[in-house]
């Protein structure tokens, strides 16, 4: 596939991203935070569930072979779904996503640097240092709004 097709698709996936906090923000006024969260990661739990049997291309035995962080997405995962759930109502769902975005491209940028985890190395020139900071003023612009 073309690179202009994974960025469409980051696009949409963008999009999805900034809806997903009001629709689970949503539901937790109905049944509970951590509820809301729990649903909203067992809904696509089972998802998952579907298609990896639709198309079964991985191997789950190699599991037994993985390091104990490679496991940690989840907790991770499930800590950036619970805590936008909370502050979605609290500060707006542009000004909770400025923040996350911010320090998303920041730890991205550090992480490429020194290609953690076996990531492509990417050095932080200029334009990099100048774009985070740019976010970070646009960031707190929205908090200030």
Known sequence: ?????????????GVFVAL???INASLATRIGL???AFVSFAVGTVT????VVAYNHGDFKAM??????QFTGGILGAF????????????GTMAAL??????QLVAGALFDKFGIMGGRTIPLDS?????????????ALVMKG
Do not use: K, N
């Open 34 to 36: 951590v509820e809301s």
């Open 48 to 51: 998952l569930g579907v298609v």
């Open 80 to 91: 950036f779904v619970t805590t936008i759930i909370m502050a979605v109502p609290r500060i």
């Open 98 to 103: 400025a923040a996350a975005i911010a320090s």
């Open 20 to 22: 997903q906090p009001l």
């Open 64 to 69: 037994a072979g993985a390091p104990w962080w």
């Open 1 to 13: 596939m073309p690179d202009i097709f994974y960025f469409f698709l980051m696009l949409v996936s």
């Open 127 to 139: 334009w990099r240092v100048a774009g985070m900071l740019l976010l970070f003023i646009g960031a």
